[in-house]
């Protein structure tokens, strides 16, 4: 399974933005896809996951601003990222996990200013 990710980039405190990870190969019927983060001297955190049938968790610290959502068609995860934070600023990772295996999106970063 193969990840592509986009969408990071630097927006202002309150702002917004999309990321988006496709997934290609190999890609079962049962899943989870969900992004996680790296700020710097952080450790990797999960931000939020969907299942394939569509169960979401999320992180306490993004609940309410964030939104994970995904187009099972497309096998598409997405993450609607609003009222951002400085804090919020990290090294964003897509991961898709199957049943046996998980592979991991190359990151994209999201730096939000204050």
């Known amino acids: 399974v193969q990840l592509q990710a986009s969408g990071g980039g630097l927006v202002q405190a309150g702002g917004s933005l999309r990321l988006s990870c496709a997934a290609s190969?190999?890609?079962?019927?049962?899943?989870?896809m969900g992004w996680y983060r790296q700020a710097p001297r952080k450790q990797r955190e999960l931000v939020a996951d969907?299942?394939?049938?569509?169960?979401?968790i999320y992180a306490d610290s993004v609940k309410g601003r964030f939104t994970i959502s995904r187009d099972n068609v497309k096998n598409t995860v997405y993450l609607q990222m609003s009222s951002l934070k400085p804090e919020d600023t990290a090294v964003y990772f897509c991961?898709?996990?199957?049943?046996?295996?998980?592979?991991w999106g190359q990151g994209t970063l999201v730096t939000v200013s204050s």
């Open positions: 190969g190999r890609i079962g019927s049962i899943d989870v």
């Open positions: 991961k898709y996990a199957g049943r046996y295996n998980e592979y």
């Open positions: 969907i299942t394939s049938g569509g169960s979401t």
